[in-house]
């Protein structure tokens, strides 16, 4: 794991660094925290959506080109007592559904204040461990939500309360 934290002039920066990094230690894969703060460069004629859909545009190239996943962290337009999140909640939304393959949200409902939630019509019970991945844009499958459990002070996902996945029940996962 390879964590790159200084500041960037603009999202070409981004490229750069992912190129020599690619060549130096040979990188899976990319994951960028997050879309709304990397540099944009000169804003005085751009819109901030024209300003996106370019840095989308230029990372999903760069994925193209080299090969590699690159995951982009994006906002989304957050409300209490919200039932589920959709493509129109992203910031700047236009140009990150255009330009992603995949767009998945992580929807926590006990944080929107909900005690109860449905999957595909079924009721699903809530408490501060339920997490609902959803899975809105799949250009290469289906569209899905999967109910996980999430423990917080380690930061990870799980298929039900008691179970740990091993790298054979992973494979299971859509991600």
Known sequence: LFIHDSGLD???????????????????????????IIPMGDASKKTRDQMIGEVTRHLKLLAMKLNIPIIILSQVNRQKGRKKYGLSDL???????QDADNVWFIFR???????????ESSPILVDK??????IAKNRAGSLCELQMRFDGHKSKFYQSETET????EN???PF
């Open 10 to 36: 603009s999202y070409t920066d981004i490229g750069a660094i992912t190129k020599s990094e690619l060549k130096r230690k040979n990188i899976k894969l990319v994951i960028i925290d997050y879309l709304q």
């Open 91 to 97: 910031r700047e939304s236009g140009n990150i559904e």
């Open 109 to 119: 409902p006990d944080k929107h204040g909900l005690i109860d939630y449905e999957i």
């Open 129 to 134: 461990k339920t997490a609902v991945i959803s």
């Open 165 to 168: 996945l091993t790298p054979n």
């Open 171 to 173: 494979a299971n996962l």
